[in-house]
Each structure stands twice: as C-alpha cells, then as structure tokens.
C-alpha cells in the first residue's frame, strides 16, 4: 500500500518572512494619509494574518467601516512605495529556506495560506525564487479570510490529502484557529507577530523556537 499524501500549508508574513517592520510603516503611512493617529505598533501586528480590510478594523475599531476600507487602499499604496525603495528588505527568517528544502525532500506537498492578497503571495515566491515550490496557494482575497477554515479546506480538497495528513505553520493565533477548524494540526512559531503562549491558548500542538525541530515535529503529527 503506498503512502497517504501529507501537505504542510505555510503562513507567510511574520512565519516564512520578517515583515513586522514593513507592515508598521506602511500601515502608519496609511494612517497619516488620511490624517488619522496611528495605533502603536503592537495593535498593528495584533492585526496581521486577517485579511486587510479586517486587519485594518481589528487594529483601528472605531472607524467606520468605509474608512476602513480607503484605509487599506492606503496602505497598498504605501506598501507598493515602500517596495520601491532601494533599501527595501523582506528577508526570509533564519532557517526557512533549508526547512522548505528538507520537507520537500522528505516528500510532503508544500502550500500557502496567507492574509496576503494573491498578488501579494505571488510577488513574495517570485521575490524569493520560490516559482514551483508551493503545490497550492490560497489568500484572503479569494474568500472568507483566517480565522476561518476556508483555505484550509480548499487545499485539502485541491491536494486531495486527508486532515489528518495535513499541518498548517503560523505565527498567529488565527492560523492556529483556522487550522484546528479544519482539522488540522498547527504548529506555532515563536518569532511572528503574536505572543507563544496565545498560539498556545488557541490550540497549537506545538511552538517552536526555529526551524531545527520542525521535520520531525511535522512527522510525529501526521504519522
């Protein structure tokens, strides 16, 4: 009888990639825009994993819900300027790189499931020379954003692998809840944008402090 497919679903910003900072300054560009105060930098990245509009009202509650919207096609713009930039920096995290390689080579499907918008996720794998290594790719733009298990769902379906064959990788309590709905396991990381001990409150079957441990973590949960 031969193996039973096994897929590793990645978040992006805050687990592969350290984007903490550029969020920041784009989201407070956006802010100063539309002559709107800032929320300090904490709030934003509380934010961070839902899908931009969503974001945007998670870190700024008390505007209405239009101006929610002008806030993220502010903060799209200042993103697109701030990537114009010579400077510009949007390194992977230690150790992310040789993990993808190291999961592929043990033979697990590769995927994304990402806050990002599609375009977004599409610029992220170009930028880092990562074109046919995520089997399937899902964003916030294409339905129901995280929490909800929508993504998840889709790349099971589209991979044809069971839940039980399946792990999701996150730095944020809404892909630890996202994954646990759609019967997944999840795996935090210590490094993004939400504390450890809240992944670990929404369900995390693991935290991790780097990528060293990972392959054997993933293989224990989808053995």
Not at 136 to 165: F, Q, W, Y
Not at 169 to 182: L, N, V
């Given at each position: 009888?031969?193996?039973?497919?096994?897929?590793?679903?990645?978040?992006?910003?805050?687990?592969?990639?350290?984007?903490?900072?550029i969020?920041?300054?784009?989201?407070?560009?956006?802010?100063?825009?539309l002559?709107l105060?800032p929320?300090?930098?904490?709030?934003?990245?509380?934010?961070?994993?839902?899908?931009?509009?969503?974001?945007?009202?998670?870190?700024?509650?008390?505007?209405?819900?239009?101006?929610?919207?002008?806030?993220?096609?502010?903060?799209?713009?200042?993103?697109?300027?701030?990537?114009?930039?010579?400077?510009?920096?949007?390194?992977?995290?230690?150790?992310?790189?040789?993990?993808?390689?190291?999961?592929?080579?043990?033979?697990?499907?590769?995927?994304?499931?990402?806050?990002?918008?599609?375009?977004?996720?599409?610029?992220?794998?170009?930028?880092?020379?990562?074109?046919?290594?995520?089997?399937?790719?899902?964003?916030?733009?294409?339905?129901?954003?995280?929490?909800?298990?929508?993504?998840?769902?889709?790349?099971?379906?589209?991979?044809?692998?069971d839940?039980a064959?399946?792990?999701m990788?996150?730095?944020?309590?809404?892909?630890?809840?996202m994954?646990?709905?759609?019967?997944?396991?999840?795996i935090?990381?210590?490094?993004?944008?939400h504390?450890?001990?809240?992944?670990?409150?929404?369900?995390?079957?693991?935290?991790?402090?780097?990528?060293?441990?990972?392959?054997?973590?993933?293989?224990?949960?989808?053995?």
């Amino acid at each position: 009888m031969s193996e039973p497919l096994r897929l590793v679903l990645w978040d992006v910003d805050g687990t592969l990639v350290d984007t903490q900072h550029i969020i920041v300054e784009a989201f407070t560009m956006a802010c100063q825009s539309l002559s709107l105060t800032p929320p300090d930098a904490a709030t934003i990245r509380s934010g961070v994993g839902l899908s931009l509009v969503e974001s945007v009202a998670h870190s700024l509650p008390d505007l209405s819900p239009e101006t929610h919207v002008r806030m993220a096609e502010a903060y799209k713009e200042a993103y697109l300027v701030l990537h114009a930039r010579p400077d510009f920096r949007e390194d992977l995290f230690p150790g992310a790189r040789q993990a993808l390689e190291d999961l592929d080579a043990a033979g697990y499907l590769l995927g994304i499931a990402t806050g990002k918008a599609r375009r977004g996720a599409d610029r992220f794998i170009a930028h880092h020379g990562f074109d046919g290594r995520f089997i399937t790719i899902h964003s916030a733009d294409e339905g129901p954003g995280k929490p909800h298990p929508r993504m998840c769902l889709d790349a099971l379906r589209e991979t044809g692998v069971d839940a039980a064959n399946a792990v999701m990788i996150g730095d944020t309590t809404f892909d630890i809840q996202m994954a646990r709905a759609a019967g997944m396991s999840a795996i935090g990381v210590s490094w993004g944008n939400h504390d450890p001990a809240l992944l670990q409150q929404a369900g995390a079957h693991h935290v991790i402090d780097s990528f060293d441990p990972l392959l054997q973590i993933v293989d224990r949960l989808t053995a």
